[in-house]
């Protein structure tokens, strides 16, 4: 795809930008954001970082130019819906209200081109650890923190031999085998729970884990993040639903059917 190519979706959704703070990635968020046209954008929490300014405050002129880009999506007629995270929970007394034709709203039901209801959440009240441990939730973002910057000296390296990314921290969340059973209780409840609001989809952001898989009669979609996997899950103008690796797939050519899956094969 060419640069000034822009690709039509019918619905993005996008999460966990963490803009604010030095773990955003900010170079391929601010590509992607340019490289596309809908008519739904949903913002699913943790964009903006405000635990990490209130300990450090770091606000470059790049983090303006995404906010700059998602403003100007609702100036144009796309829906923008931004539904605050626990990062962002500040926003969430705003519930209810728009600004600069941003709507703010606590969750939020979609319905897909091809007639499926998808309930949208964050999925902080989900995860028991935030819910019910602050001060072990407030170790475990300052030790996130640091391991964050080992991986930016660690890519910064890479770099210098000439080899892509790697998340750390993405690979220690595969290996330990206690957030592995986390993420499965986490994953289990918000399908359970978007069942009982009538849903044949849930989407969520939060523990930074891009997925589509059915689980039962449901399924579950994660956006990932802007952070470990540079992801985001688009919607076609047909109602299929696609994960993108943004840095591996943005400029790839598109085939003519793309085959929807997510990396554990599961097709949406």
Not at 138 to 167: E, H, K, Q, T
Not at 177 to 192: A, D
Request: some cysteine; aromatic content about 10%.
């Amino acid at each position: 795809m060419g640069h000034h190519d822009k690709v039509r979706y019918r619905s993005v959704w996008i999460s966990d930008l963490h803009l604010g703070s030095r773990a955003c990635r900010v170079e391929p968020l601010l590509a992607f954001i340019s490289s596309i046209e809908c008519e739904y954008l949903y913002l699913v929490g943790d964009i903006v970082d405000v635990w990490s300014m209130k300990r450090r405050f770091y606000w470059p002129q790049s983090h303006n130019d995404v906010l700059r880009k998602i403003l100007k999506r609702a100036s144009k007629g796309a829906r923008v819906v931004f539904i605050p995270g626990n990062h962002d929970e500040v926003f969430r007394a705003y519930g209810g209200m728009q600004f600069g034709g941003v709507e703010i709203r606590i969750d939020a039901m979609h319905e897909t081109a091809d007639g499926r209801r998808m309930l949208i959440l964050h999925g902080d009240e989900f995860d028991e650890v935030v819910r019910n441990m602050h001060l072990i939730t407030a170790l475990g973002d300052w030790m996130y923190d640091i391991l964050l910057g080992l991986n930016r000296v660690l890519n910064w390296f890479r770099r210098r031999l000439g080899r892509p990314y790697w998340s750390l921290a993405a690979f220690i969340k595969r290996k330990v085998k206690y957030i592995c059973q986390f993420v499965s209780n986490y994953e289990e409840s918000l399908v359970r729970y978007a069942k009982q609001r009538g849903a044949n989809v849930v989407l969520t952001g939060h523990i930074h884990r891009p997925e589509i898989k059915p689980i039962g009669d449901v399924l579950y979609c994660n956006d990932g993040d802007f952070v470990e996997n540079c992801t985001a899950l688009v919607e076609h103008l047909d109602g299929r639903l696609e994960l993108l690796h943004v840095e591996r797939d943005l400029f790839a050519p598109a085939p003519a059917e793309p085959m929807v899956e997510s990396e554990a094969g599961a097709v949406a």
